[in-house]
Protein backbone atom coordinates (compact mmCIF):
# COMPACT_ATOMS: atom_id res chain seq x y z
CA UNK A 1 0.00 0.00 0.00
CA UNK A 2 0.93 3.44 -1.09
CA UNK A 3 0.82 6.22 1.15
CA UNK A 4 0.46 9.81 0.11
CA UNK A 5 0.92 12.96 1.99
CA UNK A 6 0.06 16.04 1.29
CA UNK A 7 1.45 19.51 2.75
CA UNK A 8 1.58 22.98 1.78
CA UNK A 9 -1.83 24.39 1.71
CA UNK A 10 -3.52 27.63 3.64
CA UNK A 11 -4.01 30.99 3.12
CA UNK A 12 -2.98 32.70 0.69
CA UNK A 13 -4.11 36.20 -0.47
CA UNK A 14 -5.55 36.41 -4.81
CA UNK A 15 -2.39 36.89 -6.65
CA UNK A 16 -0.08 35.34 -4.41
CA UNK A 17 1.66 32.08 -4.48
CA UNK A 18 2.07 28.70 -3.05
CA UNK A 19 3.51 25.32 -3.43
CA UNK A 20 2.19 21.99 -2.64
CA UNK A 21 3.83 18.68 -1.58
CA UNK A 22 2.78 15.27 -1.84
CA UNK A 23 5.14 12.82 -0.25
CA UNK A 24 5.15 9.06 -1.37
CA UNK A 25 6.03 6.33 1.33
CA UNK A 26 7.93 4.62 -1.86
CA UNK A 27 10.50 5.69 -4.35
CA UNK A 28 8.01 6.72 -6.99
CA UNK A 29 9.57 5.71 -9.55
CA UNK A 30 7.82 2.71 -8.64
CA UNK A 31 4.59 4.46 -8.20
CA UNK A 32 4.06 5.34 -11.57
CA UNK A 33 2.53 8.97 -12.70
CA UNK A 34 0.99 11.37 -10.56
CA UNK A 35 -1.70 13.77 -10.62
CA UNK A 36 -3.34 16.65 -8.79
CA UNK A 37 -6.68 17.55 -8.41
CA UNK A 38 -8.88 19.30 -6.64
CA UNK A 39 -12.44 19.78 -4.87
CA UNK A 40 -14.45 22.56 -4.10
CA UNK A 41 -17.34 22.78 -1.74
CA UNK A 42 -20.40 21.82 -3.80
CA UNK A 43 -18.41 20.48 -6.64
CA UNK A 44 -17.69 17.48 -7.98
CA UNK A 45 -13.60 16.71 -8.16
CA UNK A 46 -11.70 18.24 -11.02
CA UNK A 47 -7.98 17.39 -12.64
CA UNK A 48 -5.44 20.14 -11.97
CA UNK A 49 -1.88 18.79 -13.38
CA UNK A 50 0.01 15.49 -14.40
CA UNK A 51 3.60 14.21 -14.11
CA UNK A 52 4.37 11.18 -15.73
CA UNK A 53 6.94 8.72 -14.74
CA UNK A 54 10.10 10.18 -15.87
CA UNK A 55 8.84 13.57 -15.21
CA UNK A 56 9.11 14.06 -19.04
CA UNK A 57 5.31 14.56 -19.73
CA UNK A 58 3.17 17.29 -18.08
CA UNK A 59 -0.63 18.45 -18.21
CA UNK A 60 -2.79 20.98 -17.15
CA UNK A 61 -6.42 22.00 -17.03
CA UNK A 62 -6.79 24.68 -19.02
CA UNK A 63 -8.41 26.99 -15.91
CA UNK A 64 -4.51 26.51 -14.46
CA UNK A 65 -2.51 26.24 -17.71
CA UNK A 66 0.57 29.42 -17.40
CA UNK A 67 0.15 29.38 -13.17
CA UNK A 68 0.41 26.25 -12.07
CA UNK A 69 3.60 24.11 -12.56
CA UNK A 70 3.95 20.11 -11.51
CA UNK A 71 7.37 19.15 -11.21
CA UNK A 72 8.71 15.49 -8.70
CA UNK A 73 11.68 14.91 -7.17
CA UNK A 74 12.56 11.01 -7.34
CA UNK A 75 15.26 11.02 -4.72
CA UNK A 76 12.83 12.74 -2.52
CA UNK A 77 9.80 10.21 -3.47
CA UNK A 78 7.61 13.79 -3.59
CA UNK A 79 6.26 15.62 -6.41
CA UNK A 80 4.91 19.76 -5.86
CA UNK A 81 2.20 21.77 -7.22
CA UNK A 82 3.67 25.22 -7.66
CA UNK A 83 0.66 27.55 -7.72
CA UNK A 84 1.07 31.52 -8.98
CA UNK A 85 -1.56 34.21 -9.57
CA UNK A 86 -3.82 32.43 -7.43
CA UNK A 87 -7.44 33.22 -7.79
CA UNK A 88 -10.52 32.84 -5.57
CA UNK A 89 -11.75 29.90 -8.07
CA UNK A 90 -8.58 27.96 -6.94
CA UNK A 91 -9.99 27.26 -3.57
CA UNK A 92 -10.41 24.29 -2.69
CA UNK A 93 -9.13 20.56 -1.46
CA UNK A 94 -6.04 19.74 -3.65
CA UNK A 95 -5.37 15.91 -3.56
CA UNK A 96 -2.67 14.13 -4.94
CA UNK A 97 -2.83 11.02 -6.72
CA UNK A 98 -0.64 8.41 -8.34
CA UNK A 99 -0.71 4.95 -10.65
CA UNK A 100 -0.83 4.41 -14.30
CA UNK A 101 -4.19 6.00 -15.18
CA UNK A 102 -5.31 5.62 -18.98
CA UNK A 103 -6.32 8.88 -19.06
CA UNK A 104 -4.12 11.15 -16.91
CA UNK A 105 -7.38 13.28 -16.61
CA UNK A 106 -9.90 11.04 -15.94
CA UNK A 107 -7.91 8.03 -14.02
CA UNK A 108 -8.24 5.36 -12.86
CA UNK A 109 -5.35 6.39 -9.97
CA UNK A 110 -4.32 3.79 -8.07
CA UNK A 111 -3.52 5.57 -4.43
CA UNK A 112 -5.12 9.12 -3.69
CA UNK A 113 -3.96 11.56 -0.45
CA UNK A 114 -5.77 12.64 2.42
CA UNK A 115 -6.11 16.29 0.70
CA UNK A 116 -4.85 19.59 1.68
CA UNK A 117 -6.68 22.89 1.64
CA UNK A 118 -5.58 25.65 -0.19
CA UNK A 119 -7.90 29.28 0.40
CA UNK A 120 -7.60 31.92 -1.68
CA UNK A 121 -8.64 35.49 -0.25
CA UNK A 122 -10.04 37.92 -2.64
Known amino acids: QVHLVESGGGLVQAGGSLTLSCAASERTFSIGAMGWFRQAPGKEREFVGY????????TYADSVKGRFTVSRDNAKSTVYLQMNSLKPDDTAVYYC???????????????WGQGTQVTVLS
Open 97 to 111: AAGAPVAVRKGPYDF
Open 51 to 58: ISWLGDVT
